[in-house]
T-cell receptor
Framework: AQSVTQLGSHVSVSEGALVLLRCNYSSSVPPYLFWYVQYPNQGLQLLLKYTSAATLVKGINGFEAEFKKSETSFHLTKPSAHMSDAAEYFCAVSYMNTGFQKLVFGTGTRLLVSP | GAVVSQHPSWVICKSGTSVKIECRSLDFQATTMFWYRQFPKQSLMLMATSNEGSKATYEQGVEKDKFLINHASLTLSTLTVTSAHPEDSSFYIC????????????FGPGTRLTVL
């Protein structure tokens, strides 16, 4: 089955430290890949997406992600964490067999940022 | 721009009653909207795809008679949980696809349903 795996339900970093949130997908065909952020009591907001163009994708709020086909990964990074980055982050994929319309989400990673 | 609202934000109902949740795209037209369900500490699970003017397409395992979806206009889709039971308690999230923005899905803030 096509799926996406996020390693680590919680990630804790100090303010100013590197943020690394991991995402791996399972598919022999490269999908479209997305990272969303969810703040408490709010909807999901798109951070960035990969749609078969450049493998290094830059998003909002200083986040970026690199698509690595050989590793079937799309890890999210940010060089320096801010307190405001504390939120739930979801990796998602969509596939050609659904016209890239349906999103399949990972289980999410809660990012905790300490002063 | 690209704002999606949901109403109500939370609702508590008695077992056996029906609850309607609205999803609106406030500043764009959405021919397609999606309904998701999110259990605590779990991922969003797609329930159904709602297309304006036609029947919704339900994912495998989702009871269409239990979760009625109506997409009567380009800015409104509704999800009705019929004869709700405690196991239907969950966080329901909708998204609307904007064809003018590279078909990006914009998400509503969600509706917390608690069935007593």
């Amino acid at each position: 089955a096509q799926s996406v795996t996020q390693l680590g339900s919680h990630v804790s970093v100090s303010e100013g430290a590197l943020v690394l949130l991991r995402c791996n997908y399972s598919s022999s065909v490269p999908p479209y890949l997305f990272w969303y952020v969810q703040y408490p009591n709010q909807g999901l907001q798109l951070l960035l997406k990969y749609t078969s163009a450049a493998t290094l994708v830059k998003g909002i709020n200083g986040f970026e992600a690199e698509f690595k086909k050989s590793e079937t990964s799309f890890h999210l990074t940010k060089p320096s964490a801010h307190m405001s980055d504390a939120a739930e982050y979801f990796c998602a994929v969509s596939y050609m067999n659904t016209g890239f319309q349906k999103l399949v989400f990972g289980t999410g990673t809660r990012l905790l940022v300490s002063p | 721009g690209a704002v999606v609202s949901q109403h109500p934000s939370w609702v508590i109902c008695k077992s056996g009653t029906s609850v309607k949740i609205e999803c609106r795209s406030l500043d764009f037209q959405a021919t397609t909207m999606f309904w998701y369900r999110q259990f605590p500490k779990q991922s969003l699970m797609l329930m159904a795809t709602s297309n304006e003017g036609s029947k919704a397409t339900y994912e495998q395992g989702v009871e269409k008679d239990k979760f009625l979806i109506n997409h009567a206009s380009l800015t409104l889709s509704t999800l009705t949980v019929t004869s709700a039971h405690p196991e239907d308690s969950s966080f329901y999230i909708c998204s609307a696809r904007d064809g003018t923005r590279d078909n990006e899905q914009f998400f509503g803030p969600g509706t917390r349903l608690t069935v007593l």
